[in-house]
Nanobody
Framework: QVQLVESGGGSVQPGGSLRLSCAAS????????MGWYTQAPGKQRELVAA???????NYADSVKGRFTISTDNAKKTGYLQMSSLKPEDTAVYYC????????????????WGQGTQVTVSS
């Protein structure tokens, strides 16, 4: 079964750094995009960063210059390097990918990771 497994969350002081990982597994044919989102109660999921297969990236204005999204295509793993962390970055971070696979018979389908908590405080 195709799944995304997240890791790397934790607690850090303001100004610190964390690196989140999102590993995809299963009979994967292709990953079109991979991204990271947060969701606050009563609000829509908010895009933090995303990358498409050709390498184009998009970032929320609030994280530009501080976060970097990347992928290791051979490992089917995405990363979010977070630096200069601020208390406002505190959230559960969910990775997301559009994946075609044997499971989907070649169609692209949306998959979400389980979420990983990032807490930035003194």
């Amino acid at each position: 079964q195709v799944q995304l497994v997240e890791s790397g969350g934790g607690s850090v002081q303001p100004g610190g750094s964390l690196r989140l990982s999102c590993a995809a597994s299963g009979s994967i044919f292709s990953i079109n995009t991979m991204g990271w989102y947060t969701q606050a109660p009563g609000k829509q999921r908010e895009l933090v960063a995303a990358i498409i297969s050709v390498g184009t990236t998009n970032y929320a204005d609030s994280v530009k210059g501080r976060f970097t999204i990347s992928t290791d295509n051979a490992k089917k793993t995405g990363y979010l390097q977070m630096s200069s962390l601020k208390p406002e970055d505190t959230a559960v971070y969910y990775c997301h990918a559009l994946i075609s696979s044997a499971e989907t018979r070649g169609a692209y389908r949306s998959y979400w990771g389980q979420g990983t908590q990032v807490t930035v405080s003194s």
